[in-house]
């Protein structure tokens, strides 16, 4: 049940990441994924006994690992931009179409297995610190083992989950069917035609409401708040200001930012790629510096208690 969930999760993350770039953690969707699994089974007479929470929780780490390989291994990002097909694509000067990754299975499983040890030797030590030293909450884990316990606890609560999943996964299914038998739709030009030229279109898919429903509204107020700034003001301003004809090289104007007919990395779209690129790089250094001084300081006091002993007594007398 853990590798099924962990398939279909695994297929989710290489798919929302090439196309939004966002990859939810699946944590409870997993859960009830292999709970619906494992008593579907069980009704069928297929597999038979006590179906314990502890089992629920294996099932779901099952998948949720399976999930974070592929959205970490590059499957939708890195590993793809060095391709030949991305290498044809983009034609940067100074590359060779030869100097390319092929993705062949050995050289997949073998990257994967390297991503997967590494993050195990990672994250053990950070266990250790984080969950059972000092005791945080961490709510994607708190609140999947809440759901968890309900699941077995609740039985008309399974009930409810189970058919608000049925129910949802039609209204997901025929929805999809309507978008694809109607081209079109999921490239909407909602704010008019001169806006969808800098990307200001609606997707239909409900499949990204979901996501939006699931991250919350912090995070998506931060992603519209960016994407009005990049596609909102800056791109309809540097095109207004700063592009220029492709017969106007030579004349080397400082006005001209680019040329119309400038390669995709180097065309309008990259005056917010690579800032955007730029503060994530940036935000995650900052993460990991701040999180590599906390874990110092703690394993600092750690040693130093415990060189100190414990708590003395002076005697009488």
Not at 308 to 313: D, E, H, Q, T
Request: hydrophobic fraction near 45%; proline fraction near 4%.
């Amino acid at each position: 049940a853990g590798l099924i969930a962990g398939t279909f999760g695994a297929f989710l993350a290489v798919y929302y990441g090439l196309k939004t770039g966002v990859t939810p953690s699946l944590n409870i969707i997993s859960a009830l994924l292999g709970f619906s699994a494992v008593r579907l089974l069980m009704r069928l007479g297929i597999c038979s006994g006590h179906y314990t929470p502890q089992e629920t929780c294996v099932i779901q780490t099952t998948a949720v690992a399976c999930t974070q390989v592929a959205a970490a291994s590059g499957f939708s990002t890195g590993l793809l931009a060095m391709t030949r097909d991305a290498a044809e694509l983009t034609q940067i000067p100074g590359s060779s179409l030869d100097d390319v990754v092929d993705l062949t299975w050995g050289k997949t499983v073998l990257w994967s297995m390297s991503v997967a040890f590494f993050g195990l030797f990672v994250a053990f030590p950070l266990r250790d610190y984080c969950i059972i030293q000092r005791k945080l909450t961490f709510p994607s884990g708190t609140a999947t083992a809440t759901v968890i316990k309900t699941l077995h606890a609740d039985p008309a609560h399974v009930q409810t989950s189970l058919w608000l999943l049925a129910r949802w996964t039609w209204i997901t299914s025929v929805w999809s069917m309507f978008l694809w038998c109607f081209e079109g739709l999921g490239d909407f030009p909602l704010f008019g035609l001169a806006a969808a030229k800098y990307g200001w279109r609606m997707d239909w898919d409900i499949s990204q409401m979901a996501i939006g429903m699931l991250l919350g509204p912090n995070i998506n107020l931060s992603t519209l708040a960016g994407a009005f700034i990049g596609s909102g003001i800056m791109l309809p301003a540097i095109q207004a200001q700063h592009e220029c004809e492709a017969q106007l090289k030579d004349q080397a104007d400082p006005s001209c930012w680019y040329y119309t007919d400038a390669p995709k990395y180097l065309d309008l779209h990259a005056y917010t790629l690579f800032p955007g690129i730029a503060m994530i790089v940036v935000d995650g250094l900052y993460s990991v510096l701040k999180l590599a001084i906390v874990v110092g300081r703690g394993l600092v006091r750690s040693s130093s208690s415990s060189a100190g002993g414990g708590p003395r007594c002076r005697g009488r007398g």
